[in-house]
């Protein structure tokens, strides 16, 4: 839990609406679900993993559509190249983290995998890209950007999709069309559950 508290108190030190601490608080939230998802058995581990997949999907294509272009221009092509590969990889993970039965060893195994993963994603981030754009964008812009992080989180899809993942472009273009399904989606399993 450590990174969780420091990327909170780092989170802190930043306005409200800063878009790096909204990501920030976001990291820490996603390792927190780890270890809720790690510490839950039967329906409530499958609760909380439901949780974690839906904050990874919609965190991700928003870093993808508002942070990249901005931190490509400050940290640069090769360091977003690398992370969108990253998120691409990620989100195939997850893809298969989901058709599993998250009460199997195999799940497990996978899950501490992905979750250093994870990890290694947010330390790159927060030491390659959130850096830069602190200091090269000013307070009114990084307040825009969190504007617009929140809204493009708002219409994301909830599950991972593979074939747009680490290419903002093609989130851009299929991001609409998959939130609908999928939030259709949770919905219908949503009220099968309470049935």
């Known amino acids: ?26 990291h820490a939230q996603i390792r927190e679900l780890f270890v809720a998802v790690k510490a839950s058995t039967g329906a409530p581990k499958q609760e909380r993993f439901d949780e974690l997949r839906e904050l990874l999907a919609i ?37 298969e983290l989901e058709k599993m ?13 992905f979750e250093q993963a994870v990890s290694d994603h947010a330390e790159n981030e927060e030491h390659q890209e959130f850096p830069t754009v602190l ?11 969190g504007e617009r992080l929140l809204k493009a989180e708002k219409t994301a899809p909830t599950h991972p ?3 747009a993942a680490g290419s903002p472009g093609m989130v851009k273009v299929a991001g609409p069309f ?4 999928d939030r259709a989606r949770d919905a219908f399993k949503k009220n099968s559950d309470e049935s």
């Open 1 to 26: 839990m450590k990174h969780a508290e420091r990327e909170r108190t780092e989170a802190a030190r930043l306005p409200q609406g800063n878009i790096i601490r909204i990501l920030l608080e976001q």
């Open 59 to 95: 965190h991700e294509v928003g870093e993808e559509m508002i942070l990249r272009p901005v931190s490509k221009n400050t940290a640069g092509h090769e360091i977003t190249d690398a992370r969108n590969h990253e998120e691409d990889e990620a989100t195939h993970v997850l893809a």
């Open 101 to 113: 039965d998250v009460n199997s060893p195999e799940f497990d195994t996978k899950l501490s995998q």
């Open 135 to 145: 200091a090269q964008r000013t307070e009114e812009e990084l307040k825009r950007l």
């Open 161 to 163: 999709h593979p074939t």
């Open 178 to 181: 998959a939130s609908m399904l």
